[in-house]
Structure formats: C-alpha cells, structure tokens
C-alpha cells in the first residue's frame, strides 16, 4: 500500500483501491516500462557521415579520402579551428573509412556494422577521449600501456583526443615516445581549437589539418536543406540571419 499525508500533514497507508489513478493497476502486479519519446537532436541527425556529407571543409575531406585511395595513411593527424567546423567529426568519418568492413576504404555503405558501431560510440576499437577531464600524465601512460594491445575486431585501433591542448606538458612528454614509435595497428586523431598550445614536438610528428569557418552561403545552403528535409517552411532571410550568427 501507498503511503500519502492526510489533512493533519501525518502520513497514513491507504489502500490500493484509493490510490490516486495514475498509480493504479490492474490485473497484473508487474512493472510497467514506459516507452521513451523518440526523438533525436537535429544537430546529431544531420551530423555528416562520410565525407561527401561535410560542407565547407573540402581541403581536408578530399586530401584525407586521397590518403586512404592511395594507402598513405599517417600515423597521428591534428585537426585544427574554431568550434563547430567539424573537427571531430572528420576525424569520426576518417575513422570509420580505416574500420570499416572490407577497409580501408571511403565508400562504405550505408548498413556498414562497424561504422554504425563507430557512430554511436560502442566501437571498442575507436576510443574518444576528451583531453580536458583525461589531460594528466597517468592517463596518459594508461593510454601507451593499450597501445600494445592488437585492436579486437578492426583493422586499426584508433584514439580520438578532444581538446588535445589542454594535456599538461608532463602529459604531452610521455606521449612523445608512442608518437616517435607508434605500433603499426595505432592511429591517432587529435583535435584542438588552440593549436599554440600543443608543443612542437608533438605537431611535428602530426599531420596537420586547419579547417576554416564555413562561408554564410554554405551554411545558409545546408540549413535550407535540412528544412525542406524536416518540411518546415521558413524564410530565406532566416536562413541567412541564422547562418550569420553562426559565425562559421
């Protein structure tokens, strides 16, 4: 039974029969699961899934797909710019091209295992970590003392580090040596709004990326897009005052 105060504020057990009836059942006594609401953020439903999706990044995506056609892959790469551009989504997308069934490769399809594994962050073989709250220099060596391990199920075992800046310099010295000498089966991706910050002997050993602010007429563009795609009418002088404030 119920426990609920009565009109003196003590509380007393009242039987199911006066329940109030939201809490009533009927027939069975087992737990009922409620249905969440399905409903997924626009930003993550329209994030890019590949290559050709990306807008406005056209020297990254063509030169990383070029890498991959022609088996020049590097070992580390440093995704560099302002927020929002799409730094850790290239370097998903990258990630997912080395993975994939059948890859390294940059068309994978659709229904791919292990690049929808990827997208939804359950890839054991695709770590992302955000340099910010992991940014000490035990972190750092427990990262090296993986590096060892063959990945389990994928071609490559692939480290995606936010906000890489933000290691401590003890942290960025005991990566060095992986960097130097990395296992063969080890890429890294870092990303970074603060390139200046990343010591140079670090970016030296990294292949550099730097992404630009997306044009106004570009972002203006997608948005359009993505509404007819949502069918939500709006006007174009919208459209374009919301790709303003996006500031790139």
């Given at each position: ?148 391990y063959a990945p389990a199920s994928s071609k490559f075992k692939i ?37 200046e910050k990343v010591l140079p002997t670090i970016m030296s050993r ?43």
């Open positions: 039974m119920a426990k609920y105060p009565d009109s003196t504020g003590a509380g007393k057990f009242l039987p199911p029969s006066a329940w109030p009836g939201a809490l009533r059942f009927s027939g069975s006594r087992r737990a009922v699961r409620l249905s969440p609401v399905s409903y997924q953020v626009i930003a993550r439903k329209y994030r890019p899934q590949r290559f050709s999706d990306v807008v406005g990044q056209d020297h990254v995506s063509q030169t990383l797909a070029n890498a991959i056609s022609g088996e020049r892959v590097a070992h580390a790469y440093l995704f560099c710019g302002p927020r929002g551009t799409g730094k850790t989504t290239l370097a998903r997308i990258f990630a997912k091209c080395l993975n994939c069934t059948d890859g390294p490769k940059v068309d994978f399809p659709d229904d791919d295992s292990k690049c929808i594994e990827i997208a939804e962050g359950r890839s054991i073989d695709v770590l992302e970590i955000d340099g910010a709250s992991n940014n000490g220099v035990e972190q750092v060596r427990e990262l090296r003392e993986t590096c060892v480290y995606i580090i936010d906000e890489v800046h933000m290691l401590t310099t003890a942290a960025f010295n005991a990566l060095l040596k992986t960097l130097e000498e990395p296992p063969a089966h080890v890429k890294f991706m870092f990303a970074t709004t603060e390139p990294c292949q550099r990326f730097d992404l630009r602010r997306i044009p106004v007429n570009l972002i203006a563009g997608h948005l359009k897009y993505i509404c007819g795609e949502e069918k939500v009418t709006i006007d174009e002088g919208a459209l374009f005052a919301i790709a303003r404030g996006a500031e790139g």
